[in-house]
């Protein structure tokens, strides 16, 4: 499972998509379902209805400003390059943390899903380390780290780490033995094995497990920049609470829903072209 | 020529799946195994590939050994086993590393048109049919030129519609190269349509009760006399395993009902 195997066979797989693209490509292409614009209904009504009921002074909106307020605030800041610092600063640490927690929860969890050795000596202390809420770590690493991006980008790198090691050691330990058995035959050496039957069987649940870790790295981001931070989303969080603005603090948390959902479907649509031959489960996602 | 010799498989669990199995196959010869569950037809197949290794006896295959998988001995198994992220013709030229790029380009064009399959090459397995699939499976066994080819139950998921075509698709490719074929079956049409000779089996342990030649020419007229009284024939063998004479006095009576049965 080294780092060059799999790029290999990424690259592979992304050769036999393209292959196979155009066969499908024709089938698949439908015309625009306007009922997905159903979804956006509930949202919009009630954002107009709190805007009217302000605007019609049936309510002051002060504690719940109304959204064209969210949206001036939201603009003001990003007119003044304020809040791209705070995104830039977010991002950074999570990604940095994304990657690190990422690559230990594929290591680990590969070396313990492919050697039973490992497994035994391993898997229990990472299951009783997993048990401590990751929070708990908060005022070690501050210890440990200080008070600046270390120990925020550690706590976001255990947070990735756990879904990603369960993930890819249970995909590793449920590969269909039966396929296994197709690569023997073959006479496929362990890396061959490991190349073109494991790692292409294990990827859609270790796409799965990467973007859960992701959806932990976006969760634990904000309690990291809560413990003190001077920029970054979860910044913004605190200080529109400390400074009593609310519309500072939904503006932060329209930006955490709007990232959290674009560095999903990156990860999403970026990925697509490897597992494209399961599409039909992942539709389901 | 393929040779088995005095073969026995123990399981862990102390099963025994085949005791002293003992087996000769000419060059270019098909052979069927006919028997009921249990009788050990699956785990002779296993043992032959090479995915285990079995407990006394060995085989061999022109004067060598075989301890393990091997390159000239290829294998299709009851489920077609095809690699979901590759395409069908990735598939068929899965065994096909070593080969070069221009004749492995040749080889899986010339089986995708052997299985009919052509207009079918960039798609995923998940779009063929059961049939389908089955064909690929077989023509991925076939590239790679196997001296012996097994084939275990690899019909019987089908309907016989389907399996009638594939008997084609399978003599088609067969005749090319000539290889030794070792067919599981529980299937009594299907041993006559394909094999020289069946080999019926028993089971607890799994051993050989009756060897049984099938030499009709080919292509085989399914509803010829000569096809008809090799089947009775098989049937009958395969009645004598499953009520062995000295224990059943009413032996001719059970016959008649298992011929009917089957
Ligand atoms: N891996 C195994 N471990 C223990 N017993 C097994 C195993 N595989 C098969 N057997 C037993 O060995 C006998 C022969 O099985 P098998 O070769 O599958 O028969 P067949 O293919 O003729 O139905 C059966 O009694 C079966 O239960
Ligand atoms: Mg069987």
């Given at each position: 499972m ?23 490509a024709g089938?698949?292409r439908?015309?625009f379902?306007?009922?997905i ?6 949202p ?6 709190w805007e009217?009921?302000?605007a019609?002074g049936l ?7 109304p959204?064209?307020?969210?949206a ?10 304020e809040?791209?610092?705070h ?15 990422a690559?230990a929860?594929?290591a680990i969890?590969?070396v ?18 997993r048990?401590?809420?990751?929070i708990?770590?908060v005022?070690?690493?501050?210890l440990?780290?200080g008070?600046?991006?270390e120990?925020?980008v550690?706590?976001i790198?255990?947070g990735?780490f756990?879904?990603?090691?369960l ?5 590793i330990?449920?590969v269909?033995r ?8 073959f006479?496929?050496?362990r890396?061959q ?10 990827l859609?649940?270790a ?5 859960s870790?992701l959806?932990?790295?976006f969760?634990f981001?904000?309690?990291a920049?809560?413990m003190g931070?001077?920029?970054g989303?979860?910044y ?7 400074m009593?603005?609310?519309d500072?603090?939904?503006a ?6 709007l ?15 490897l597992?494209?031959?399961q599409?039909t489960v992942?539709?389901?996602? | 020529m393929?040779?088995?010799e005095h073969?026995?498989k123990?399981?862990?669990?102390g ?19 006919i028997?009921?569950s249990g009788?050990?037809?699956t785990?002779?197949l ?10 006394a ?8 050994v075989?301890?393990?998988?091997h390159?000239a001995?290829?294998i299709?198994?009851?489920?077609p086993r095809?690699?979901?992220?590759l395409?069908?013709?990735d598939?068929?030229?899965f065994?096909?590393d ?6 492995r380009?040749?080889?899986v064009?010339?089986?995708l048109e052997k ?5 079918h090459a960039?798609?995923?397995p ?5 049939g389908q ?7 991925r ?14 019909f019987?998921?089908?309907?016989a519609?389907?399996r ?12 090319e190269?000539r290889?030794?074929v ?14 020289d000779r069946a080999?019926?089996?028993q ?6 009760f009756?060897?049984?030649s099938?030499s ?6 399914k509803?010829?006399?000569p096809f ?6 098989v049937l009958?063998?395969?009645d004598?395993?499953?009520?062995p ?8 009576k059970d016959r008649?009902a298992?011929?009917?049965w089957?």
């Amino acid at each position: 499972m080294t780092g060059q195997a799999q790029s290999h066979a990424w690259s592979s797989h992304k050769g036999a998509a393209a292959l196979a693209a155009p066969p499908l490509a024709g089938k698949k292409r439908q015309a625009f379902d306007w009922r997905i614009l159903l979804g956006f209904l509930l949202p919009i009504a009630i954002a107009l209805l709190w805007e009217a009921a302000v605007a019609l002074g049936l309510a002051q909106g002060r504690l719940v400003p109304p959204p064209s307020r969210i949206a001036a605030t939201l603009l003001a800041l990003a007119e003044t390059g304020e809040l791209w610092t705070h995104v830039w600063a977010t991002l950074w640490r999570i990604l940095i943390g994304f990657v690190i927690g990422a690559a230990a929860g594929i290591a680990i969890g590969a070396v313990s899903g492919t050697s039973t050795t490992m497994r035994r000596l391993l898997d229990p202390t990472l299951q009783a380390l997993r048990a401590i809420p990751s929070i708990a770590w908060v005022p070690l690493f501050i210890l440990w780290l200080g008070i600046f991006e270390e120990s925020k980008v550690a706590l976001i790198a255990v947070g990735v780490f756990f879904p990603v090691y369960l993930g890819i050691a249970g995909a590793i330990l449920s590969v269909d033995r039966k396929l296994v058995e197709v690569g023997h035959v073959f006479r496929l050496s362990r890396t061959q094995l490991a190349r073109r039957i494991l790692l292409p069987a294990v990827l859609p649940e270790a796409l799965i497990a990467l973007r859960s870790g992701l959806g932990l790295g976006f969760m634990f981001v904000v309690a990291a920049e809560f413990m003190g931070a001077s920029e970054g989303l979860g910044y913004l969080l605190v200080d529109g609470q400390q400074m009593g603005k609310p519309d500072q603090i939904l503006a932060a948390i329209i930006a955490f829903a709007l990232l959290g959902k674009i560095a999903d479907s990156l990860l999403v649509y970026g990925t697509k072209p490897l597992v494209r031959w399961q599409d039909t489960v992942r539709e389901r996602l | 020529m393929l040779n088995l010799e005095h073969l026995s498989k123990t399981y862990a669990d102390g099963t025994r799946a085949l005791s002293d199995i003992n087996l000769s196959v000419r060059e270019a010869e098909i052979v069927a195994l006919i028997g009921g569950s249990g009788c050990g037809k699956t785990t002779l197949l296993r043992l032959i590939a090479g995915l285990d290794r079995a407990s006394a006896g060995t085989i061999r295959l022109d004067d060598e050994v075989l301890s393990g998988p091997h390159p000239a001995i290829g294998i299709v198994f009851q489920e077609p086993r095809l690699l979901p992220w590759l395409t069908v013709s990735d598939n068929i030229a899965f065994g096909l590393d070593g080969v070069s790029a221009a004749e492995r380009k040749a080889r899986v064009a010339h089986a995708l048109e052997k299985i009919g399959l052509v207009e079918h090459a960039d798609r995923w397995p998940r779009d063929l049919s059961g049939g389908q699939q089955q064909r690929v499976a077989i023509a991925r066994a076939f590239v790679t030129n196997p001296k012996v080819l097994l084939l275990d139950e690899p019909f019987s998921a089908l309907d016989a519609f389907t399996r009638a075509s594939l008997h084609e698709h399978l003599l088609g490719l067969w005749e090319e190269t000539r290889p030794i074929v070792v067919l599981v079956t529980h299937d009594v049409q299907e041993a006559v349509t394909l094999a020289d000779r069946a080999i019926v089996m028993q089971p607890k342990p799994g051993r050989i009760f009756d060897e049984l030649s099938l030499s009709l020419a080919r292509p085989r007229d399914k509803s010829g006399l000569p096809f008809e009284s090799s089947v009775r024939r098989v049937l009958s063998a395969l009645d004598q395993s499953l009520n062995p004479p000295q224990k059943q006095p009413q032996r001719e009576k059970d016959r008649q009902a298992a011929a009917l049965w089957w």
